[in-house]
């Protein structure tokens, strides 16, 4: 779905196909002038990425870097040196060698104003009410092109309010500016064409397709890129204003394709997720799936610390919870019936931990456990629904032990786990003594003798390697403490304390362990891994999905390039761009 | 004829009496140390060797306050820097912002910052009449300046909508208009504010126990002043004449017919009787400028600086959205740096303004009056006896808000 041959470069419809990812001319660098500053830019650099390589900001609504082009907003509209006396869309001419671009013309600014007051002719008085309210490409730009009052003396037109497209997305069509961003989007990237515009003129709105709900695994990315408050996310819909949250890095636990994601939360609660950009695992995108993981950052937590099963379960410090735990295992430390579980939801640190305990229990079994395997796709949607697996293996490899499937977890007296994911339940009752540092409530939880409550990847520093050997950082994206919980490390810290060992006091102290250790992590140090991750190059796989990002030849150890400098803004991070 | 009484000093009769150096505080809590300030007076028996002012009691942190509000947000910090006049605050602080966006503010609304600053000048004045007559032991000079401030304060909560944390400048403009009435009821009350400065006129300036307490006492001259860098009625006391509405007229001043009161001697008589002169001074430029104010708009129409009407904020998506992101966001200041000064009611009041383009400071410092003039308050006490520390410290009118902010 790509160009076909030929592409016209000066200035007809570039891209106008599938995608802007693939042009069969060589790139070359062309010199243009914006407002009259030079610039070198890409000759597939449209009159927006030019201007943007130097600040210069052109406003759009229906643009988007990663979709065709559709001129639908006409508020990019600049003046050149190819075309005097008229304007041209920046989104759709392409630069040439010594183009003069003007952007802030009486004509141009003009236009700007007019399209801003034409666009809020029938928007509605919804601000007070709008999720979008704070990240509002229609607020930016009013008060940065228009600011002027209301000319309109008739009533608006009213539309249907809230449409609900699928599982995910509602639609409020008074609110829709018509840009199609998000039509282009099911098209072009989801390739589930869902979505169309109905009806003509000022009735125009976007439509699902009767019967057809949408409910394309990637339907939450159009909520992302919609420039106002016509798509919302039925998730996030009336939870937080945009203003009260916090917008912190970290990683989907979703699937082991680790999406780079921003965590928005406030105190100790999050709110949603948003896909962070990262050119080699995700780009700009993320799956529905990935979009709701946050929830169990937020409900059924193990909050305190528990000893007892059943009726004899009580909450305690997790002092008392540690000395138990400890007073359980020490006896049965050595005798050989003690298993070790260690889930592949785990952080690398919280694994190396885990190993360490089992060392120091003196452990002969180790069993690997997992969250069941669900959809894939050949996009960003892995079978593996664990964000860690490949980094559970790469740690038993550093510590020399060999993982056995949980399944076979007969004969074990006494099991660790580290974090419960797909525990066989039935077996947990014949145990002797279970220890779980777990991150919520669980059939398995009510099983143990002592569980402690274990922080999730949201809270934590520490690192997790995705299915094609990404090994990403996580930070403390959720800040505001839960209950006694703390990193799986931490927990196997203190039980090790207890038994007489010593443990991480830190993930960079776990992962230095690591360094030292393993092959594949070699030089490496905690605080000096970049926020993008990096790739582990032994670990590549041999076949990819088609469509999955992957990291450039080449450039495995670094990031690979983007199409926009570093510096300046991004105008298409996937929402939350005004802020 | 008996001859008169040998005249004495009174410190002479100690000079014979054993004593040793004495370390005293006075304050911070003490009534007469208006705000919250601390002396360190060494005394060697009555007479004062060395006063240490201690700063710090009402340290608000004006400046960092400020960087993380938008801009309207430092206006309510500004009533607080001198809390007896805070529309010359206000005033002040806006003239910056203004300058630093290039707009202008409207005519009518530079009016009624006039008129709303000179009223708030006499306030000052008058509150630090007061308390050097009150803590001279004439209660009832105190009673009559706080009757005539009250009279003004009460105008002032009609204008406003609050006696003292007013906030009532906008960029532009000013939050609201002179109500039904107020301009005559303003008129009417301002004889009675005269009549009472008559009054206490009267019953100080040739009071021989207040010229015996005041002249020669806390003696500074013109060359020193400045170099202690003291503006307003301490420096015009001394005889040098520097008032920035004259010296660099801004607003309308330049419109207004008035004089500056100076003295000679720059003692603490001389500093009273100039705040005496001023509050007459400020009378004829509040009624010149009611004379004067032509009608019109009160505050900009354009949105980006201004709230939109209310009836647009309700009732229009562009009124809706320009509120939000006002409130929200602030109003956009393009880059820049600059330091605007005015006349407070103490002397220089400067704000130096820095923006680097957000809807809120990069960094804001004040240059209030009154902190070099309490920092040469030790030079102006020393050698003098611990009763005169008092009067001296009232005349300088300390307050507490601008020095620490």
């Not at chain 2, 005559?184 to 504010?193: A, E, G, T, Y």
Request: proline letters at 7%; charged letters at 20%; one cysteine or more.
């Amino acid at each position: 779905m790509s160009d076909s041959g030929a592409v016209n470069t000066a200035g007809g419809q570039p891209g106008a196909a599938k995608g802007q990812a693939s042009i069969p001319v060589p790139p070359k660098l062309v010199k243009v002038f914006v407002d009259g500053m030079e610039v070198t830019a890409d000759s597939r650099d449209n009159l927006i990425e030019a201007a943007r390589r130097i600040g210069v900001a052109i406003p759009y609504f229906c643009y988007h870097p990663r979709l065709s082009i559709a001129g639908q907003c006409r508020m990019c509209l600049v003046e050149t040196s190819d075309a005097p006396g008229r304007l041209v869309p920046g989104c759709q001419v392409r630069v040439k060698e010594g183009l003069k671009v003007v952007t802030n013309s009486p004509a141009v600014k003009d236009n700007q104003r007019g399209c801003m007051e034409f666009h809020l002719v029938n928007h509605p008085v919804d601000c007070a009410i709008c999720d979008q309210s704070g990240e509002c490409k229609l607020q930016d730009y009013y008060m940065e092109y228009d600011h002027q009052p209301s000319r309109i003396r008739t009533y608006k037109l009213n539309k249907p309010k809230r449409e609900i497209f699928g599982p995910l997305v509602v639609y409020d069509a008074e609110r829709c500016i018509m840009c199609t961003r998000c039509v282009r989007f099911m098209d072009e990237i989801a390739q589930e064409p869902q979505l169309a515009v109905v009806e003509r003129g000022s009735h125009s709105l976007i439509s699902i397709f009767p019967g057809q709900p949408l409910d394309s695994q990637y339907s939450g990315n159009t909520v992302d890129i919609c420039p106002v408050g016509a798509l919302l996310n039925r998730d996030f819909r009336f939870q937080s204003r945009v203003w009260f949250v916090n917008k912190s890095p970290s990683v989907c636990t979703g699937c082991s394709n680790g999406c780079n994601v921003y965590v928005e939360s406030r105190g100790n609660v999050a709110y949603r997720l948003l896909p962070r950009r990262n050119e080699e695992v995700n780009q700009v995108w993320m799956c529905d799936h990935g979009r709701l993981t946050y929830h169990e950052t937020n409900d059924k937590r193990v909050e305190w610390a528990r000893t007892g099963r059943g009726e004899h379960a009580a909450s305690v410090g997790p002092r008392i919870a540690v000395d138990r735990a400890v007073e359980l295992l020490m006896p049965l430390a050595g005798q050989g019936g003690v298993g070790v579980a260690i889930s592949a939801q785990c952080t690398n640190e919280e694994a190396a931990a885990a190993f360490q305990l089992g060392a120091q229990l003196r452990a002969q079994r180790f069993f690997f456990c997992e969250k069941p395997p669900g959809d894939s796709d050949d996009f960003l949607i892995r079978a593996d629904k664990n964000p860690n697996a490949n980094g559970v293996k790469l740690v038993a490899e550093a510590f020399g032990m060999k993982l056995e499937d949980i399944s076979q977890i007969d004969g074990v007296k006494a099991l660790v786990a580290m974090r419960t994911d797909g525990l066989p339940l039935e077996k947990l009752a014949r145990l002797e003594v279970f220890v779980a540092i777990a991150q919520n409530e669980d059939a398995s939880t009510a099983e143990a003798d002592v569980v402690l409550p274990c922080e999730s990847v949201y809270e934590q520093d520490g690192t997790l390697i995705n299915w094609y050997g990404r090994l990403q950082r996580t930070w403390d994206s959720v800040p505001a403490p839960r209950g006694d919980a703390a990193p799986g490390w931490s927990w196997a810290e203190r039980l090790l304390s207890g038994l007489g060992g010593t443990g991480f006091r830190s993930a960079a102290a776990a992962f230095k362990l690591l360094a030292e250790r393993s092959p594949n992590l070699v030089g490496l140090s905690f605080d000096q891994l970049s926020d993008d991750g990096m790739v582990l190059d032994r670990l590549l796989p041999w076949q990819w999905p088609a469509r999955a990002p992957r990291p450039l030849p080449g450039a495995h150890s670094v990031r690979g390039p983007q199409t926009t400098p570093p510096g300046t803004k991004v105008g298409d991070e996937p929402s939350g761009a005004s802020r | 004829m008996t001859e008169p009484a040998p005249q004495h000093d009174p410190l002479a009769l100690e000079e014979d009496l054993p004593s040793a150096p004495m370390t005293i505080n006075l304050g911070p809590s003490h009534p007469a140390m208006h705000g919250t300030v601390r002396l360190v007076v060494t005394v060697d028996g009555e007479t004062i060797t060395e006063a240490i002012p201690e700063i710090g009691f009402l340290h608000r942190g004006f400046s960092k306050s400020s960087e993380n509000s938008t801009w309207h947000q430092v206006l309510p910090y500004t009533d607080r820097l001198n809390y007896v006049s805070p529309i010359l605050n206000n005033t002040a602080y806006i003239m910056g912002v203004e300058k630093l966006i290039g707009i202008k503010c409207t005519e009518r609304a530079e009016y009624l910052r006039v008129v709303g600053g000179e009223i708030s000048r006499i306030c000052d004045h008058l509150t630090c009449i007061g308390a050097i007559g009150l803590e001279l032991g004439a209660y009832t000079v105190f009673l009559y300046a706080i009757e005539a401030r009250e009279l003004l304060w009460d105008r002032i909560a009609e204008l406003t909508g609050a006696r003292v944390t007013v906030s009532w400048t906008r960029i532009s403009g000013v939050a609201s208009d002179m109500p039904a009435g107020w301009e005559q009821h303003l008129r009417d009350c301002l004889p009675r504010v005269i009549e009472l400065t008559n009054e206490i006129d009267t019953l100080l300036t040739n009071n021989r126990i207040f010229i015996d307490r005041t002249r020669g006492i806390g003696v500074i001259s013109g060359e020193e002043a400045i170099d202690w860098g003291f503006t307003g009625p301490c420096l015009r006391a001394t005889g040098v004449n520097y008032d920035v509405r004259k010296a660099h007229p801004y607003s309308v001043y330049d419109r207004m017919d008035f004089e500056i009161p100076l003295g000679s001697r720059g003692d603490t008589y001389d500093r009273y009787i100039l705040r005496l002169a001023e509050i007459r001074q400020s009378h004829r430029i509040v009624i010149q400028a009611l004379d004067q104010m032509p009608p019109g708009p009160i505050v900009t129409d354009d949105w980006r600086y201004a709230l939109p009407p209310k009836k647009d904020v309700f009732g229009s998506i562009e009124g809706v959205m320009a509120h939000f992101k006002l409130i929200m966001e602030g109003i956009k200041v393009p880059p820049g740096e600059v330091y605007v000064y005015t006349e407070g009611a103490n002397g220089e009041l400067g704000f130096h303004i820095v923006s680097n383009g957000q809807g809120k400071p990069y960094a804001i410092q004040v240059r209030g009056p009154g902190l070099p003039i309490l920092s040469a308050l030790p030079r102006l006490i020393k050698g003098h006896a611990v009763a005169d520390l008092i009067p001296i410290f009232d005349s300088i009118n300390m307050i507490g808000g601008e020095v620490e902010q």
